[in-house]
């Protein structure tokens, strides 16, 4: 069979690196095991959810590599979700309670201060039809709970192994609010259902939701996926991520400039010896991600350690990954360019910086002019290859008595205006024979 994994935001907001990890997980997991990826807009928050967060969320994925096989929004399905609410009420698990939020929040305190667990009393379903009756003729409207069984619900973890929740200890879930709007819990459940996702794969504050929703399943006459929770990312000083406060968009990365392989790569390798590595592509990183190994303790995302391997990731990677890229800002060196400067990057976007050394005018700096003029003597006839470089220096050495440091840091400093920068071997072809020996005559060229 097939699997079929999901990833459910909610458009509500941008999304941040946490909320890229179980959508990297699901999709690396699809990759790794020839499945389907299914993005589902949890939109039943009409108030909340914005059309321009579900644009901005399959944009953040797309910069990713994630391009879903289906895409669902729940706000488009809610006569499935009605039809599934009457077959629990049929059923006697979901029934209605008339409660405000104050009272609710009274009895709660009431309950802490006793020493006791703050859980629904289920005062609900002691009422009569003529107390149900009365409230409503006070204008009330019920919200409707799911009524758990008390006992262990038990799975195999993907990520966890053997895992359990005693439901005695939990609340009856509220699934519909007093306007018939639903919350996540019950869309879910039928969306998995309907669509046949096979893995939900999701951070472990979804632990208690899974017992939940295991219930869920089984009293709509479905058998449950299989569960995976993973650990959470924190900010590097162990802080929790939030959409609300912006820390760490895909949209703020992205601008700055960081590679979204190296994004992903570290999204879910964080905390293990691969994450210092770079990967080539999301294969690779598919062949990495074994859910079975992943830590229980949280997991640091470091900006500092996401600006390195971005830099790492950029200085192994082929032509033909940036080729579109260069083009689009204005840089047409090609392969040889390419080559020569990447090892020297930080972000694609420096190598503006080289192509202007190379093809656009420079100040040199001639700190010995009779040294200048001496070399470009020396310079060879075109054309230029790997080699000329070294068979120059060398004449040059030889002519002049200059060697290491004295030998080479004129001869960039004249060439490129700077005292760093890529290997000169491979920017001397680019350079020419008649811009080198201008900016060895201490012209601008």
């Given at each position: 069979?097939?699997?079929?994994?999901?990833?459910?935001?909610?458009?509500?907001?941008?999304?941040?690196?946490?909320?890229?990890?179980?959508?990297?997980?699901?999709?690396?997991?699809?990759?790794?095991?020839?499945?389907?990826?299914?993005?589902?807009y949890d939109d039943t928050d009409i108030a909340r959810s914005k059309p321009e967060y579900a644009d901005a969320i399959?944009?953040?994925?797309?910069?990713?590599?994630?391009?879903?096989?289906?895409?669902?929004?729940?706000?488009?399905?809610?006569?499935?979700?009605?039809?599934?609410?009457?077959?629990?009420?049929?059923?006697?698990?979901?029934?209605?309670?008339?409660?405000?939020?104050?009272?609710?929040?009274?009895?709660?305190?009431?309950?802490?201060?006793?020493?006791?667990?703050?859980?629904?009393?289920?005062?609900?379903?002691?009422?009569?039809?003529?107390?149900?009756?009365?409230?409503?003729?006070?204008?009330?409207?019920?919200?409707?709970?799911?009524?758990?069984?008390?006992?262990?619900?038990?799975?195999?973890?993907?990520?966890?192994?053997?895992?359990?929740?005693?439901?005695?200890?939990?609340?009856?879930?509220?699934?519909?609010?007093?306007?018939?709007?639903?919350?996540?819990?019950?869309?879910?459940?039928?969306?998995?259902?309907?669509?046949?996702?096979?893995?939900?794969?999701?951070?472990?504050?979804?632990?208690?939701?899974?017992?939940?929703?295991?219930?869920?399943?089984?009293?709509?006459?479905?058998?449950?996926?299989?569960?995976?929770?993973?650990?959470?990312?924190?900010?590097?000083?162990?802080?929790?991520?939030?959409?609300?406060?912006?820390?760490?968009?895909?949209?703020?990365?992205?601008?700055?400039?960081?590679?979204?392989?190296?994004?992903?790569?570290?999204?879910?390798?964080?905390?293990?010896?691969?994450?210092?590595?770079?990967?080539?592509?999301?294969?690779?990183?598919?062949?990495?991600?074994?859910?079975?190994?992943?830590?229980?303790?949280?997991?640091?995302?470091?900006?500092?350690?996401?600006?390195?391997?971005?830099?790492?990731?950029?200085?192994?990677?082929?032509?033909?990954?940036?080729?579109?890229?260069?083009?689009?800002?204005?840089?047409?060196?090609?392969?040889?360019?390419?080559?020569?400067?990447?090892?020297?990057?930080?972000?694609?976007?420096?190598?503006?910086?080289?192509?202007?050394?190379?093809?656009?005018?420079?100040?040199?700096?001639?700190?010995?002019?009779?040294?200048?003029?001496?070399?470009?003597?020396?310079?060879?006839?075109?054309?230029?290859?790997?080699?000329?470089?070294?068979?120059?220096?060398?004449?040059?050495?030889?002519?002049?008595?200059?060697?290491?440091?004295?030998?080479?840091?004129?001869?960039?400093?004249?060439?490129?205006?700077?005292?760093?920068?890529?290997?000169?071997?491979?920017?001397?072809?680019?350079?020419?024979?008649?811009?080198?020996?201008?900016?060895?005559?201490?012209?601008?060229?």
């Amino acid at each position: 069979m097939t699997s079929l994994v999901r990833f459910a935001p909610s458009p509500t907001g941008y999304l941040h690196i946490g909320n890229a990890r179980p959508a990297l997980f699901n999709w690396l997991f699809a990759r790794r095991h020839g499945g389907r990826f299914l993005l589902r807009y949890d939109d039943t928050d009409i108030a909340r959810s914005k059309p321009e967060y579900a644009d901005a969320i399959a944009e953040d994925l797309a910069w990713l590599g994630i391009v879903p096989d289906l895409v669902i929004r729940q706000s488009e399905r809610l006569s499935i979700y009605d039809a599934a609410a009457e077959r629990l009420r049929a059923a006697g698990r979901l029934y209605p309670c008339y409660e405000t939020a104050d009272e609710l929040d009274r009895r709660r305190k009431r309950q802490l201060a006793r020493g006791l667990p703050p859980i629904y009393d289920r005062a609900a379903l002691k009422l009569t039809e003529e107390q149900k009756a009365a409230f409503e003729a006070e204008g009330r409207k019920p919200h409707w709970r799911f009524l758990l069984e008390a006992r262990d619900v038990t799975w195999d973890d993907l990520v966890r192994g053997a895992s359990h929740v005693d439901c005695a200890s939990l609340s009856d879930p509220v699934l519909v609010r007093e306007d018939g709007s639903y919350l996540y819990t019950l869309p879910s459940v039928v969306d998995d259902i309907e669509t046949g996702v096979t893995h939900v794969i999701r951070g472990e504050d979804h632990v208690t939701n899974t017992a939940v929703q295991a219930q869920i399943f089984e009293a709509l006459g479905a058998a449950l996926p299989v569960f995976g929770h993973h650990n959470l990312l924190t900010t590097a000083s162990g802080e929790g991520l939030s959409k609300r406060l912006g820390h760490l968009s895909l949209r703020g990365l992205r601008d700055s400039g960081v590679e979204p392989l190296a994004v992903a790569a570290l999204a879910v390798l964080v905390g293990t010896s691969d994450a210092v590595r770079p990967v080539a592509s999301l294969d690779e990183l598919a062949g990495l991600v074994e859910l079975a190994h992943v830590s229980r303790a949280p997991a640091k995302f470091d900006e500092h350690e996401l600006e390195a391997l971005s830099a790492r990731t950029l200085h192994q990677m082929p032509y033909e990954r940036v080729a579109e890229r260069l083009t689009e800002a204005g840089i047409p060196g090609g392969e040889p360019f390419w080559q020569a400067v990447r090892g020297n990057l930080t972000k694609l976007d420096e190598a503006k910086i080289w192509w202007q050394v190379v093809q656009g005018k420079v100040t040199p700096v001639i700190a010995d002019r009779d040294f200048a003029r001496r070399a470009a003597e020396l310079l060879p006839a075109e054309p230029f290859d790997a080699t000329t470089w070294k068979s120059w220096t060398q004449g040059v050495a030889a002519a002049t008595g200059a060697k290491g440091k004295a030998l080479f840091m004129p001869l960039r400093q004249a060439l490129t205006g700077l005292d760093h920068g890529p290997e000169l071997a491979a920017l001397l072809p680019l350079i020419g024979r008649d811009k080198a020996l201008k900016r060895l005559a201490g012209e601008s060229a």
